[in-house]
């Protein structure tokens, strides 16, 4: 919807949106978030207002309304439901750990994220990746009780900018004369070796988060 303009992707958004947070509410803080910080850095790189992403933005967002009153209203008025809120307290644990818990994706991320900015010229696809990773990242402690629901949907930048940041490395030790053997450059200059390289980092230094976001 943001890339395109055309109003049939921006319902079709806001109709997965409203089934999203039917069942998972503590999601729009994040939808919302991550789209409204990424109009406003989209506004200070390129100095105009873009009110296609702004019509947009508010489409999605009157389609999120209904999720919104209904558990409102459940909170009113369903004393079992209310009970059940002020237990459910999902704290994070302090920044070292969270990040520890991602492993490896987490370096390769910010590697992934600087290989993007040292090209100078910054697509709104890569933006919006960068501001999706950041600003989700910063949302893991916003004050709500659930704030470890939040960090639920971070891996799939995290992993994104990690698989750049992995193919940027690989590239440097391809150029670096130290490590240019004949078998280095025969796996690296495969791209599916280096694909299959990026599925068992993820597999092996990420195995908790992937199995967090999938129960």
């Known amino acids: 919807a943001f890339e395109r303009y055309k109003i049939k992707y921006s319902l079709l958004s806001g109709f997965f949106s409203l089934i999203l947070f039917f069942f998972h509410l503590y999601h729009i803080v994040t939808v919302f ?3 409204f910080v990424f109009i406003v ?12 992403y702004i019509r947009h933005y508010f489409i999605i967002l009157l389609f999120s309304l209904p ?7 459940q909170l009113e008025y369903n004393p079992i439901f209310y009970q059940w809120y002020l237990q459910n307290i999902t704290l994070n644990p302090s920044l070292p750990i969270v990040l520890i818990g991602y492993g ?6 910010l590697v992934g994220i ?10 709104q ?7 999706w990773f950041l600003v989700q990242l910063l949302l893991i402690y916003f004050p709500i009780k659930s704030q470890r629901r939040l960090a639920n949907g971070l891996e799939v930048p995290m992993i994104i900018m ?16 130290r490590f240019n053997s ?11 070796n280096i694909i299959f390289l990026g599925i068992i980092f993820v597999l092996y230094f990420n195995i908790d988060t992937l199995l967090f976001s999938l129960f």
């Open 33 to 35: 978030a991550v789209l």
């Open 41 to 52: 850095v989209d506004f200070i790189k390129n100095r105009k207002i873009e009110f296609n």
């Open 67 to 73: 999720p919104v009153f209904y558990y409102l209203w």
């Open 104 to 109: 490896i994706l987490f370096p390769l991320s």
């Open 114 to 123: 600087f290989s993007i900015l040292k090209k100078g010229k910054l697509s």
């Open 125 to 131: 696809r890569y933006l919006f990746l960068i501001v």
């Open 162 to 177: 990690a698989i750049y940041g992995l193919f940027y490395l690989v590239n440097v030790l391809r150029d670096n004369k």
């Open 182 to 192: 004949y078998f280095l450059n025969c796996f690296l200059n495969n791209r599916l």
